[in-house]
């Protein structure tokens, strides 16, 4: 893996350096581990069934937008303050709905503001938004993201770049292998940080299926 994207989320678990040259020594000489995939199926935006992969974090509902809005930017300032502006004036639009999930025949349904599906730790720029993530457990850890008032967001976001929002009275984490997501309206879909399309969508692991350099 050589990181050259905005947020460089995906290598953050892994210890994978930024810098190229240290990268590719990495892609080279490193030791091999393979992790667990994310197979997402979901409607895509002319409403055609759609099915992806992915291989850090996917999710449903807001942070599809944010996503979107970061990817719109110039992204001068680099990906966590593009992803961090993009998250406050998301945020400050966006209107919450009922959103039901099924994590493997569990079911929750209420206002949400997110639901994410995590095979690393990080996303958005570096928010270790899921710090117990572990992509070769052959499960998925799925943080439903409850109706956050603007205070809530304003005490709890900087807490994300250290992994210490949770626990949290607005939100819930669970774990399996197979997630199901659908609302009232269309929510948008994001898979490590491309929007390819909206709910209804089903998201179930695929173990151990990507062999990746890591360091030794």
């Known amino acids: 893996m050589i990181p050259r994207g905005t947020g460089w989320d995906f290598v953050r678990t892994y210890g994978i350096p930024r810098r190229f040259d240290d990268a590719v020594a990495i892609a080279l000489g490193g030791r091999s581990r ?7 199926q979901y409607r895509g935006w002319d409403g055609a069934e759609r099915e992806s992969w992915f291989a850090n974090v996917a999710s449903a509902g807001m942070s599809g937008a944010i996503a979107k809005r970061a990817n719109e930017s110039s992204k001068a300032l680099g990906g966590k303050v593009s992803y961090l502006w993009a998250t406050v004036t998301v945020f400050a639009r966006w209107r919450n709905d009922q959103v039901s999930v099924t994590v493997d025949g569990e079911r929750r349904s209420g206002r949400m503001h997110d639901v994410v599906v995590a095979n690393g730790r990080y996303f958005g720029g570096g928010m270790m938004i899921c710090p117990e993530a572990d992509p070769d457990d052959g ?8 109706d956050l008032s603007k205070r809530d967001l304003l005490l709890t976001l900087p807490k994300t770049y250290r992994g210490r929002h949770l626990p949290h009275p607005k939100a819930e984490l669970l774990r399996g292998k197979a997630v199901e997501v659908d609302a009232a309206e269309p929510l948008p879909v994001e898979l490590d940080g491309e929007q390819p399309g909206t709910t209804p969508v089903r998201f179930d692991v695929v173990p151990r299926s990507l062999r990746l350099r890591v360091p030794a």
């Not at 393979?34 to 997402?40: M, S, T």
Request: charged share 25%; hydrophobic share 60%; aromatic share 0%.
């Open 139 to 146: 499960l998925l850890d799925v943080l439903l993201i409850g």
């Open 34 to 40: 393979e992790i667990d995939l994310g197979r997402a």
